[in-house]
């Protein structure tokens, strides 16, 4: 979900379009929080309530930010344009938001927290320049 998210923001909502790519992009990717963790089948709740599930979780969403980092936003970050750099940083503040949202009454709170924390992480390091 997030490669995609990160995708959509950064290829489809550049620049504050004209054609509204970033609101576009929010709704999609809002849904899709909501869509992955309040549909999954009620079967698997016994699976997500045990301790072993959120630390799995944990670990795979800290590989996944750190390549997302590492990949798309290398260290050596050229300036972006102004309309992008504001896509961005509305998406990053957004984000955790819409994930607690997508976790609230159907998931275990050790998942809850983790994904929380995963997402507070990420987007505090992430950053990035503008031209003017």
């Known amino acids: 979900i997030v490669v995609v998210v990160v995708v959509v923001v950064v290829v489809g ?3 504050g379009g004209s054609c509204g790519g970033g609101t576009e992009a929010a709704e ?3 849904n899709l929080f909501l869509h992955f963790w309040q549909g999954y089948p009620t ?3 016994g699976v ?5 599930t959120a630390d799995v979780i944990a ?3 800290s590989i996944l930010y750190k390549v997302l980092l590492d990949v798309l936003l290398p260290h050596s970050i050229q300036d972006l344009p ?5 896509d961005v940083r509305s998406f990053l503040k957004a984000l955790p938001g819409w994930m607690d ?3 609230e009454d159907l998931v275990p709170d050790a998942i809850k927290k983790v994904k929380r924390s995963g997402i507070v ?4 390091n992430i950053s990035c320049n503008q031209t003017k």
Request: with cysteine; proline share 0%; hydrophobic share 30%.
């Open 13 to 15: 909502g550049g620049g």
């Open 28 to 30: 999609i990717i809002q």
């Open 43 to 45: 079967h698997l709740e």
């Open 48 to 52: 997500l309530k045990l301790d072993i």
């Open 59 to 61: 670990v795979c969403d």
């Open 82 to 86: 102004e309309g992008l750099c504001t």
């Open 101 to 103: 949202n997508s976790l």
């Open 121 to 124: 992480y990420t987007t505090g």
